[in-house]
T-cell receptor, first 110, second 112 residues
């Protein structure tokens, strides 16, 4: 009965590789988000989709590309990974004014 | 990107003590959310506030929406060891924007 789920939980990869993180929510929410949490625990919004439409696109390198195949899924693809991309990435979904987070994906780039 | 100021940044308290923390902004918000994050987990929504002056409780937690709409407060009564974690506030300026701005976090450590 998981609400917002992400895969994988951990991702270790080398610089220059391309990787994807998947997110699914079974809450019936229309809006989904990707956040990045750095080593100081600051949470920064990256993207948001509402009903498969991109509505928030913060200043993020274009190596990051979100894709929403349907309103229950929001994936994040990252090209040409760099050391600075190492962080925890959280997916979230919202309804009304409440937002719920997934468990996070810890990405380590070596 | 913008972040909200949370105070204190971190605190050590004795088990059984009450805890207070706050979140301030230079802008007006119409929604305040409070989260708790345990190590290795995602933030968990504790309390949502929608109106200026609103006071809402969730067990030992009580949060208030500041009357200026530029701040919010979270109190934890009779703290226990499992209250350890990082507490985040998040604000939304208007319901049509979908964007939440997060606070810098308050790291709480409880001494048994």
């Amino acid at each position: 009965d998981t609400a917002v789920s992400q895969t994988p939980k951990y991702l270790v990869t080398q610089m220059g590789n391309d990787k994807s993180i998947k997110c699914e929510q079974n809450l019936g929410h229309d809006t989904m988000y990707w956040y990045k949490q750095d080593s100081k625990k600051f949470l920064k919004i990256m993207f948001s989709y509402n009903n498969k439409e991109l509505i928030i696109n913060e200043t993020v390198p274009n190596r990051f590309s979100p894709k929403s195949p349907d309103k229950a899924h929001l994936n994040l693809h990252i090209n040409s990974l760099e050391l600075g991309d190492s962080a925890v990435y959280f997916c979230a979904s919202s309804v009304s004014r409440e937002q719920y987070f997934g468990p996070g994906t810890r990405l380590t780039v070596t | 990107g913008q972040q909200l100021n949370q105070s204190p940044q971190s605190m050590f308290i004795q088990e059984g003590e009450d805890v207070s923390m706050n979140c301030t902004s230079s802008s007006i918000f119409n929604t305040w959310l409070w989260y708790k994050q345990d190590p290795g987990e995602g933030p968990v929504l504790l309390i949502a506030l929608y109106k200026a002056g609103e006071l809402t409780s969730n067990g030992r937690l009580t949060a208030q929406f500041g009357i200026t709409r530029k701040d919010s407060f979270l109190n934890i009564s009779a703290s226990i060891p499992s209250d350890v974690g990082i507490y985040f506030c998040a604000g939304q300026r208007s319901s049509g924007t979908y964007k939440y701005i997060f606070g810098t976090g308050t790291r709480l450590k409880v001494l048994a």
